[in-house]
């Protein structure tokens, strides 16, 4: 094999094994998820087909996320809270929310 054809077949072979490594650390969850732009009234975490939903802005039809937070699982007083819609001004206070349904 010609010295030039191993030379860009072994850069290909390392772009290939770069992008593959990024990937399975983005999988893992290495890298930080962007925050993401929230709407001028904020947040709200409501029931959404039996798990915590994260709306914004918090009138959305749909959620923006969805959590694997399961509502029956949660005591009762956050079940009606949900149910009813949970406030957050920003992403670090859903973040700390969901953290504690979560636990």
């Known amino acids: 094999m010609k010295p030039r054809l191993k030379i ?3 850069v290909l072979l390392v772009a290939f094994a770069a ?3 990024l990937a399975v650390l983005a999988d893992l969850g290495v890298f930080p998820e962007a ?3 929230a709407a001028e009234g904020g947040y709200s975490l409501r029931t959404w087909k039996g798990y915590v939903g994260v709306f914004c802005p918090p009138e959305a039809d749909s959620p923006t996320t969805v959590t ?3 509502v029956r699982d949660l005591p009762l ?3 009606l809270a949900l149910s009813g819609g949970v ?3 920003d992403y ?3 973040v700390r929310m969901l953290e504690d349904y979560g636990s």
């Open 68 to 70: 694997d937070i399961r």
């Open 35 to 37: 925050e993401p732009a």
């Open 77 to 79: 007083s956050d079940r």
């Open 19 to 21: 992008v593959s490594l």
């Open 92 to 94: 670090a206070q859903v």
């Open 8 to 10: 860009v077949l072994s």
């Open 87 to 89: 406030p957050a001004e």
